[in-house]
């Protein structure tokens, strides 16, 4: 499966450096921001899995951090660490959408335990996702049904879970490899060609404009995403 990418914000180069390293030795790939400013940049233009915060940042505290980032990007989990260690402080950061939140000084062992406690919970999140609806459709995921104006639609199973796996992952762009390591459960399984083909089709069947599309869109250089 394709490396999680986890954006940094945090001013001290020094604690950067040493998170930098030891998550790459967890098989991560790693962003970096010195300020809340560039940290938004960040996120907007690379979409990570997760974001590791620190309060106290240049720029832009990290309160104000987290309520601009859940205006554009509110599906990205956050974890807060910070030498702010008042009970008020992880109320309130956790109420403005953190998932998490580890007070300085620190193990990095818990660090990582923390982070794969996040990724669990958003998976199962994925999994367990019944149903969507957008525009005249709706999906059971449960039944692999898709339905148009409560009329059921032929779809190949493959286009099917393919479109499922673009929902899941709403408003990102997901590579074509991804696609294949999902709905094939197998890197190198089919071609990104093949992956194509089935995007083409499935086009066809949800989008007004299939050269126009407005919900299944190629992201330049990376792949599609499905977008609402």
């Known amino acids: 499966m394709s490396q999680k990418k986890i954006l940094l914000v945090e001013d001290e180069k020094n604690i950067r450096d040493i998170l930098k390293d030891n998550l790459e ?13 560039k940290g938004l940049e960040i996120a907007k233009n690379e979409n990570p899995d997760l974001i ?4 106290m940042l240049p720029q832009m505290h990290g309160y104000d951090f987290i309520k601009q980032l859940k205006k554009t990007n509110p599906t990205i989990p956050i974890i807060i660490v910070s030498a702010k260690s008042e009970e008020i402080d992880k109320i309130k950061g956790l109420d403005l959408g953190a998932d998490d ?10 660090l990582v335990s923390r982070i794969k406690a996040v990724f ?19 999906i059971d995921f449960d039944k692999g049904i898709l339905y148009k104006n409560n009329e059921k639609i032929d779809i190949y199973f493959y286009e099917f879970e393919i479109l499922k796996y673009l929902i899941i ?6 590579t074509r490899n ?8 197998a890197e190198g399984a089919i071609s990104s060609r093949n992956i194509d083909t089935h995007i083409v089709n499935l086009r066809k069947l949800i989008e007004d404009d299939p050269a126009d599309p407005k919900y299944i869109k190629t992201v330049f250089r990376i792949g599609y995403k499905f977008e609402i």
């Open 169 to 174: 992952n709403k408003n990102k762009p997901v």
């Open 52 to 55: 590791i915060l620190d309060l």
């Open 101 to 110: 939140y580890i007070t300085k000084p620190f193990q990095i062992r818990e």
């Open 120 to 138: 669990r919970r958003y998976n199962k999140t994925n999994e367990y996702i019944q149903n969507f609806s957008f525009k005249d459709f709706y």
């Open 25 to 37: 030795y967890e098989g991560y790939t790693i962003l970096e921001a010195e300020d809340g400013l």
């Open 178 to 185: 991804d696609i294949v390591e999902a709905v094939w459960k």
